[in-house]
């Protein structure tokens, strides 16, 4: 991909149109030519990739699709193997594959991990990818995380001479198989200009936004309203269905009105007939929905809906549901209704 080159101003991301996609893309600080032969899209060097579940695959998987030259590492090792079918590596063979070998031989690692405790292993643990870290080297934390936890990892990659940007992402499985993530960045920000043009690869927009945590915040506030929509949406789903109306009318109503989301459109007709096939885990959505509470209430912030909204999740983890889609915390509603009624 030929990369649009533009100055970009401290601190300030700029979205171009170009396609159909909203797209900012910016030159590495080598010559086009030379970045070209390293991989085509404007960045040069290694780049390694520690994480390979539901987002970091197709993450991984557009960056070796794009020509970048790509080491993987995952915990469960046989989730590299459809990315090293795709032209990937494993670190160095002689020594045991590790976030720490990953690191020492890339110039820049993501890491896209569960949630704060593996992400703080992964990067900080014994063989983590610190132990790889050396000056020039980048670290590039994609996981959703707290604050608290992204500082701890960018103190202990910065302390090896390295840099370190927090990158959460917004946008979930498709987008992330079809480039179109937001990136919410924050930290370093010459590592921020140096790996554009590869969130542009698996992104649509990015966003620079200061010191590290503000990037964990805005995904931690991003995701906290997506909880309390979907839980808003499910009550809806059930009310009208108790009511009588046609669940599937529901959805297409809402679909033309103001509060049209393309969440509703997209869950709603799955959630009608009950099924739910994991784009985003409930888990996962329960674990951002903790982690903003803490947000808020260490500036005493309250957020009663968020915290209704985090009790039902719970309820949902509780009936097996936690490796589903979090659309299936429709199902606790139905299991709340079905104890009131006994
Ligand atoms: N799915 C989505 O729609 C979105 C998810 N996110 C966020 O992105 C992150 C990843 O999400 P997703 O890909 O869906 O999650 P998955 O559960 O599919 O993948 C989690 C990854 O973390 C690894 N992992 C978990 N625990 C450990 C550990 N103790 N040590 C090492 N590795 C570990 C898993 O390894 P293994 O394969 O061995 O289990 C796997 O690679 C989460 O923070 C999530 O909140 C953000 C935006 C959208
Ligand atoms: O974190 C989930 C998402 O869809 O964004």
């Excluded at 996609?21 to 520690?50: H, I, K, P, Y």
């Excluded at 009511?243 to 959805?251: A, F, I, P, Q, W």
């Excluded at 500036?299 to 809906?305: D, F, L």
Aim: aromatic share 6%; proline share 5%; hydrophobic share 45%.
């Amino acid at each position: 991909m030929a990369a649009a080159s533009f100055l970009l101003s401290p601190r300030v991301t700029l979205p171009l149109r170009r396609g159909s996609r909203l797209l900012v893309s910016c030159s590495a600080t080598s010559s086009s030519s030379s970045s070209d032969a390293a991989g085509g899209v404007g960045f040069q060097g290694r780049v390694g990739f520690l994480g390979l579940g539901i987002m970091g695959a197709p993450m991984a998987s557009n960056l070796i699709k794009a020509g970048c030259d790509i080491t993987v590492w995952n915990r469960t090792k046989s989730k590299c193997d459809p990315l090293l079918s795709l032209g990937a590596k494993m670190a160095p063979y002689r020594f045991e594959s590790s976030p720490a070998r990953v690191a020492s031989s890339c110039d820049v690692t993501f890491a896209m991990l569960a949630d704060p405790e593996s992400a703080f292993e992964v990067a900080c643990g014994a063989n983590g990818a610190a132990e790889g870290m050396a000056a020039g080297k980048g670290y590039v934390d994609v996981s959703t995380v707290d604050d608290a936890t992204s500082k701890l990892i960018g103190k202990r990659i910065t302390s090896t001479g390295a840099s370190f940007l927090e990158a959460p992402v917004s946008g979930s499985k498709k987008p992330a198989e079809d480039g179109l993530l937001i990136f919410l960045t924050a930290g370093d920000e010459s590592l921020y200009k140096r790996v554009a043009p590869l969130l542009d690869v698996m992104g649509k927009s990015r966003f620079y936004l200061g010191d590290v945590g503000n990037g964990a915040a805005m995904k931690l506030v991003v995701n906290m309203v997506m909880g309390s929509m979907m839980v808003s949406f499910a009550e809806g789903l059930l009310l009208s269905e108790k009511v009588g109306l046609d669940s599937n009318t529901v959805v297409e109503v809402i679909s033309q009105g103001a509060i049209n989301a393309p969440m509703f459109s997209l869950k709603g007709p799955s959630m009608v007939k009950a099924a739910y096939p994991t784009a985003f885990p409930l888990k996962h959505q329960q674990k951002d929905l903790r982690l903003a509470l803490a947000l808020a209430e260490s500036v005493s912030q309250p957020i009663p809906t968020a915290a209704a909204a985090n009790e039902l999740y719970k309820v949902a983890k509780s009936l097996g549901l936690a490796d589903h889609d979090f659309s299936a915390v429709i199902e606790a509603l139905k299991a709340k209704v079905q104890s009131s009624q006994h």
